[in-house]
């Protein structure tokens, strides 16, 4: 049975799948330099990787190894951004999360928006126990919407990944489900709170 994509509302943004026809923003936003610099991957280069970055999104869904969903805007069906669960390890209640979001909209608060509501649904919906990220620790950015969501810093992966002609560094940060929750409890801002998610049924999938 193929079931519905959990589409997730917040005040600004609506999350929601990933489609074919997100190719040529997809390629905008993974294509630019400066976003990508410490992203881990090369940018992309042509409308091809695009959609066969798109087509890797909805694979993560199906197979059951994450869930990626399209960032767009209130009113705007078009994609500004994406972010999502991968790595789904299952006996462990526990995923890595990534993300991005294209320049033009950096620092309106929009990412923390999309993260706010994704947390949600991973420990709410998907009944995950922790949720773990990996960052360039020059990504200061990165770094600082993940520790403004309650994500601790537990050390550095020395010359983890081959990036770019050189090993680099990663750093570990970690939210578990139990912090969520403190900070989820009534009397705190409403941004703390989870998502609403507009699915009639839950996704396969993390
Ligand atoms: C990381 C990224 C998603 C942040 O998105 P964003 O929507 O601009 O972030 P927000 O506006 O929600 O900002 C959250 C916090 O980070 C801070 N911040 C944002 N950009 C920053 C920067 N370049 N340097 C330092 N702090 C920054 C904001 O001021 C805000 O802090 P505050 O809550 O204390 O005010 C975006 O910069 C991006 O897509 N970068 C490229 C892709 C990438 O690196 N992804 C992560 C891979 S691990």
Redesign the pocket.
């Known amino acids: 049975m193929r079931h519905r994509f959990p589409v997730l509302e917040t005040e600004r943004l609506v999350l929601r799948e990933p489609r074919r026809s997100d190719a040529e923003l997809c390629l905008a936003a993974w294509g630019d330099e400066e976003?990508?610099l410490?992203?881990g991957t090369e940018p992309l280069a042509t409308r091809a990787q695009a959609l066969e970055q798109i087509r890797d999104f909805r694979d993560e869904t199906s197979s059951g190894e994450g869930i990626r969903w399209i960032i767009t805007e209130r009113g705007r069906d078009e994609y500004v951004?994406d972010i999502g669960f991968f790595d789904y390890a299952p006996d462990h209640a526990r995923a890595e999360i990534?993300?991005?979001?294209a320049k033009p909209?950096?620092?309106?608060?929009?990412?923390?928006?999309a993260l706010t509501a994704t947390l949600g649904y991973g420990f709410s919906v998907k009944n995950l126990h922790r949720v773990e990220?990996?960052?360039?620790p020059r990504?200061?950015?990165?770094l600082?919407?993940l520790e403004?969501r309650g994500f601790h810093r537990e050390g550095i992966l020395r010359d983890y990944e081959f990036e770019r002609n050189a090993f680099i560094d990663l750093a570990l940060l970690s939210l578990l489900r139990k912090e969520w929750e403190a900070r989820s409890a009534p009397g705190l801002s409403r941004e703390a709170a989870g998502p609403r998610d507009c699915s009639a049924h839950r996704a396969a999938g993390t």
């Not at 990534?98 to 979001?101: D, I, N, P």
């Not at 990220?133 to 360039?136: G, Q, R, S």
Request: charged share 20%; no cysteine; proline share 0%.
């Open positions: 976003t990508m410490y992203f951004g990534g993300f991005l979001l909209l950096w620092k309106r608060g929009l990412m923390s928006e990220a990996l960052v360039d990504n200061a950015a990165s600082r919407v403004r």
